[in-house]
């Protein structure tokens, strides 16, 4: 029944990404792949500061990572943002939602990221079972536009007696993705020997989980919720229920 279950919001966001999967991938590299590619020669350019660190070479190596953090968490938000309202989504959607909400979403990560280091930190098993609680927190609030605290209280309402299901589908969910790294891990270790082969894998590795595994799994814990929302019954919260209809 688990797998059954799993499988029935695996299959449906794996229709929905196959439908978008060029304008997620495109928005996606566009806002990672290419960043991370100048942050790439960037680095390798400057290896000599790197080598011999001074105040210069470490504020502006601060200020290049803070850079490429802030650009490359625009495709998630683009995403997020739309897959909340619809199912089907161009580049330019996903680039007008990202562009909406992108500060909200940044406030919201930051504050729900600062709750849950601190469950972390006192409380470590809390921690774990908070982060369960709030994992549909970030849809409601792009969904609803409501508060960030409203939100993670919805999303706790949501999973309240559904814990152990929703901790076994995100487990599972990991295990998939540790099945990605695992693959060029491997074949990292094929071509180790030779040093720009090496760094072209975690390069494209690095590309193919960001515009492809990353996005999938933002797709499928929005279906999720969605599930999760129609067996409870619930009222409509800003996401249309559109389970199982293609």
Same mark, same amino acid.
């Given at each position: 029944?688990?797998?059954?279950? /799993?499988?029935? +919001?695996?299959?449906?966001?794996?229709? !929905?990404?196959?439908?978008?999967?060029?304008? +997620?991938? %495109? /928005?996606?590299?566009?806002?990672?792949?290419?960043?991370?590619?100048?942050?790439?020669?960037?680095?390798?350019?400057?290896?000599?500061?790197?080598?011999?660190?001074?105040?210069?070479?470490?504020?502006?190596?601060?200020?290049? +990572?803070?850079?490429?953090?802030?650009?490359?968490?625009?495709?998630?938000?683009?995403?997020?943002?739309?897959?909340?309202?619809?199912?089907?989504?161009?580049?330019?959607?996903?680039?007008?939602?990202? @562009?909406?909400?992108?500060?909200?979403?940044?406030? /919201?990560?930051?504050?729900?990221?600062?709750?849950?280091?601190?469950?972390?930190?006192?409380?470590?098993?809390?921690?774990?079972?908070?982060?369960?609680? %709030?994992?549909?927190?970030?849809?409601?609030?792009?969904?609803?536009?409501?508060?960030?605290?409203?939100?993670?209280? !919805?999303?706790?309402?949501?999973?309240?007696?559904? %814990? %152990?299901? +929703?901790?076994?589908?995100?487990?599972?969910? @990991?295990?998939?993705?540790?099945?990605?790294?695992?693959?060029?891990?491997?074949?990292?270790?094929?071509?180790?020997? /030779?040093?720009?082969?090496?760094?072209?894998?975690?390069?494209?590795?690095?590309?193919?989980?960001?515009?492809?595994?990353?996005?999938?799994?933002?797709?499928?814990?929005?279906?999720?919720?969605?599930?999760?929302?129609?067996?409870?019954?619930?009222?409509?919260?800003?996401?249309?229920?559109?389970?199982?209809?293609?």
């Amino acid at each position: 029944m688990f797998l059954m279950g /799993f499988g029935s +919001v695996f299959g449906k966001s794996w229709r !929905e990404f196959k439908s978008n999967i060029g304008s +997620v991938f %495109w /928005f996606a590299f566009v806002f990672y792949g290419i960043p991370l590619l100048f942050l790439t020669l960037f680095l390798g350019y400057n290896k000599g500061l790197m080598d011999n660190p001074n105040v210069y070479s470490v504020v502006l190596l601060f200020l290049v +990572v803070i850079i490429f953090a802030f650009i490359s968490a625009f495709p998630y938000f683009g995403l997020i943002s739309a897959c909340s309202k619809k199912d089907k989504y161009s580049f330019g959607e996903l680039f007008d939602s990202g @562009a909406e909400n992108y500060w909200r979403l940044l406030g /919201f990560c930051i504050v729900l990221s600062v709750f849950s280091f601190l469950l972390f930190i006192l409380f470590i098993i809390p921690g774990i079972i908070f982060s369960i609680y %709030w994992i549909f927190s970030v849809y409601i609030f792009a969904g609803q536009k409501k508060g960030i605290l409203a939100s993670m209280k !919805e999303s706790r309402k949501i999973v309240r007696g559904k %814990w %152990w299901r +929703v901790f076994g589908y995100y487990l599972l969910m @990991a295990l998939i993705v540790v099945g990605f790294f695992f693959v060029f891990w491997i074949l990292g270790l094929i071509v180790s020997s /030779f040093a720009f082969l090496s760094g072209l894998v975690g390069f494209i590795s690095s590309i193919f989980y960001h515009s492809l595994v990353a996005p999938f799994s933002i797709i499928f814990l929005k279906n999720f919720y969605l599930q999760i929302k129609k067996e409870k019954g619930g009222k409509k919260t800003g996401l249309k229920k559109r389970i199982n209809k293609k």
